[in-house]
Antibody, heavy 121, light 109 residues
Framework: VQLVESGGGLAQPGGSLRLSCAAS????????MNWVRQAPGKGLEWVSY???????????YYADSVKGRFTISRDNAKNSLYLQMNSLRAEDTALYYC????????????WGQGTLVTVSS | SYVLTQPPSVSVAPGQTAILTCGGD??????VHWYQQKPGQAPLLVIY???NRPSGIPERFSGSNSGNTATLTISRVEAGDEADYYC????????????FGGGTVLSVL
């Protein structure tokens, strides 16, 4: 059971990056998923949420800090979660975690190791 | 937006009890989750729905939530408990979001 992020790297201000998260070992389609970020030396900040397959509509939420710039999506056939990041700013520099909402407990019970995004000229 | 307030740091001697607080407006009406994060590692869920422990979390970890304060209590603190601890709630009014507290650094003296 794991989540493995990829796609991080160095981007210029105003640029774009696409993060991916590969899920394995559990029925990905059944779980709500999130991106959570952590700036260097700082605390955790939730970024975005996407519902699992239990709804007829795709329910998505974003933090105000990324709304209109980031887009979360998922491909259940590929057991993958994505985050398209546009109009990047220096303050988006952070370690981005792929995170699963728990079905057995409350909160979030499975975290990837993160992928680092650095926005700098 | 909803704000969770945690003290930046708490220090405790080994074997003693650490009490970590998380303040929020009427937080007692919400479900609070707690995470432990050690250096270089991803966060780990240690308490869910205010006071429940996931499988594998020692009984030394307990939680409570009432009024404007949620509390994580770590009994018989060990050196291995030294970490950052974050509280979290789900906010469904005025938008939907997970909200984290700013985190508390637990130092074991």
């Amino acid at each position: 059971v794991q989540l493995v992020e990829s796609g991080g790297g160095l981007a210029q201000p105003g640029g774009s990056l696409r993060l991916s998260c590969a899920a394995s070992g559990f029925p990905f389609i059944n779980y709500e998923m999130n991106w959570v970020r952590q700036a260097p030396g700082k605390g955790l900040e939730w970024v975005s949420y996407i519902i699992g397959s239990g709804s007829t509509e795709t329910i998505i939420y974003y933090a105000d800090s990324v709304k209109g710039r980031f887009t979360i999506s998922r491909d259940n056939a590929k057991n993958s979660l994505y985050l398209q990041m546009n109009s990047l700013r220096a303050e988006d520099t952070a370690l981005y975690y792929c995170v699963r909402d728990s079905r057995d407990y409350g909160g979030q019970d499975l975290w990837g190791q993160g992928t680092l995004v650095t926005v700098s000229s | 937006s909803y704000v969770l307030t945690q003290p930046p740091s708490v220090s405790v001697a080994p074997g003693q009890t650490a009490i970590l607080t998380c303040g929020g407006d009427n937080i007692g009406s919400k479900s609070v989750h707690w995470y432990q994060q050690k250096p270089g590692q991803a966060p780990l869920l240690v308490i869910y729905y205010d006071s429940n422990r996931p499988s594998g979390i020692p009984e030394r970890f307990s939680g409570s939530n009432s009024g404007n304060t949620a509390t994580l209590t770590i009994s018989r603190v060990e050196a291995g408990d030294e970490a950052d601890y974050y509280c979290q709630v789900w906010v469904a009014s005025g938008g939907h979001s997970w909200v984290f507290g700013g985190g508390t650094v637990l130092s074991v003296l």
